[in-house]
């Protein structure tokens, strides 16, 4: 609840925080006194974590964020005098911007999900719609098996993404070319029997499970799948786009619902050709 209602955290962020409280305990034996552990032996965990769980730098500064998080809780609520994470410091994050996808290969993906091997016509739009949706809002993977028919406003022609991350709803205008997707997509799954805009085999939600499977599945048709591209690199493909055509970066900011303008900067990728292009300008 203090996560909920004090930190405003979305249910994901909630989700991922007891997921990981939960290894933490377990592996400090359920039966351990909170007022017992030590720094050293939570250092302990975080060296476990990445040894033995085999997880990245990055995934091991979340964890240290998330239990750093929970024992200044403790701390602020006075149910521990001392907090044994205090002197711990999260590992400052190198940002690296991921693997664009340019507007080729989308353009290739797009047209080979037409002969890629969907049991009907329902899938082969979904699939379709799912990847289009990707590039033309920008949104995140969570945010997109999130998606419900009521965030859809076909009459408006935009799309609301509720509780992402930054706490506040955003509104992004949809592209022709999804409109098209979404009529057709509707038409096939009348009558609805499902909020969820996403579906699977089961009729319900998709799964990121089963979404990451499909991607695979139309990246290895399209002759991409040692490009190492993920749901990731469509959104920064959106963002670099939007930037090398001239729009705002406040504007991009807005449409990728970052709180912090820093944060857009890295989804902008200056390689060598905007370098000459800048100098010719001059």
């Known amino acids: 609840s203090y996560l ?37 032996s939570i250092r302990q965990y975080f060296y476990y974590a990445k040894e033995k769980r085999n997880l990245s730098q990055s995934s091991i500064s979340k964890i240290i964020a998330i239990i750093k998080s929970f024992f200044n809780y403790l701390e602020t609520e006075e149910i521990i005098a001392k907090n044994p994470t205090r002197i711990i410091r999260v590992p ?14 989308i353009d290739l993906l797009l047209n080979s999900i037409n002969f890629s091997p969907a049991r009907c016509r329902k899938n082969y739009i979904r699939d379709k719609l799912l990847i289009s949706m990707l590039y033309y809002t920008g949104i995140r993977r969570s945010e997109l098996l999130s998606l419900n028919w009521d965030n859809i406003d076909l009459g408006k022609n935009y ?64 002759g991409l799948a040692k490009k190492g591209y993920s749901a990731h690199s469509f959104r920064h493909s959106f963002a670099t786009q939007l930037i090398e055509n001239g729009v705002d970066i406040f504007k991009v900011q807005k449409l990728l619902g970052h709180s912090c303008l820093d944060t857009t900067r890295v989804y902008i990728n200056f390689n060598n050709s905007n370098l000459v292009k800048a100098i010719s300008t001059l």
Request: charged share 30%; aromatic share 6%; glycine share 4%.
């Open 4 to 40: 909920k209602v004090e930190k405003l955290s979305s249910p994901l962020t909630i989700n991922n925080y007891q997921k990981e409280l939960k290894k933490f305990v377990d592996y400090m034996d359920n039966n351990i006194n909170i007022h017992k552990i030590t720094t050293s």
């Open 92 to 105: 400052k994050k190198i940002s690296r911007a991921p693997k664009v996808i340019s507007k080729y290969e």
């Open 159 to 222: 799309l609301t993404i509720k509780s992402g991350k930054g706490k506040k709803d955003r509104i992004i205008p949809l592209h022709k070319n999804l409109t098209q997707l979404l009529d057709k997509y509707l038409s096939l799954r009348l009558p609805l029997k499902c909020n969820a805009l996403f579906t699977g085999e089961n009729g319900k939600r998709l799964c990121k499970c089963s979404f990451t499977n499909i991607l695979k599945m139309h990246l290895k048709i399209a």
